[in-house]
Nanobody, 121 residues
Framework: QVQLVESGGGLVQAGGSLRLSCAVS????????KAWYRQAPGKQRELVAA???????HYAGFVKGRFTISRDNAKNTLYLQMNSLKPEDTAVYYC???????????????WGQGTQVTVSS
């Protein structure tokens, strides 16, 4: 099992910044990727940014140049630095970890409980 606990959400004005954190614990070996997703009311959950074990990162087009995903392996913590926030960034942000399960010969997704980010205009 993998446990993910997000923090750092809140209310911010447009143009402001927030940094989300995700503490990762439990059986963390064989985690392939860590990522941030978000879900706005009435919309599907969407990928925001991901970081692969080797350190490569991937960003959704709508956040490129504004958000930065990073990790501190010593602290088992994932971060999302969000700058130049827009009202359309308002959503619940979820931390995700994808872990390879040998007995399944496949991967399993683990999710945090989510943290609300609200950007006022």
């Amino acid at each position: 099992q993998v446990q993910l606990v997000e923090s750092g959400g809140g209310l911010v004005q447009a143009g402001g910044s927030l940094r989300l954190s995700c503490a990762v614990s439990g059986s963390i070996k064989e985690i392939e990727t860590k990522a941030w997703y978000r879900q706005a009311p009435g919309k599907q959950r969407e990928l925001v940014a991901a970081i692969i074990n080797g350190g490569d990162t991937h960003y959704a087009g709508f956040v490129k140049g504004r958000f930065t995903i990073s990790r501190d392996n010593a602290k088992n913590t994932l971060y999302l630095q969000m700058n130049s926030l827009k009202p359309e960034d308002t959503a619940v942000y979820y931390c995700n970890a994808r872990k390879y399960i040998a007995t399944m010969r496949g991967s399993l997704d683990y999710w945090g409980q989510g943290t609300q980010v609200t950007v006022s205009s």
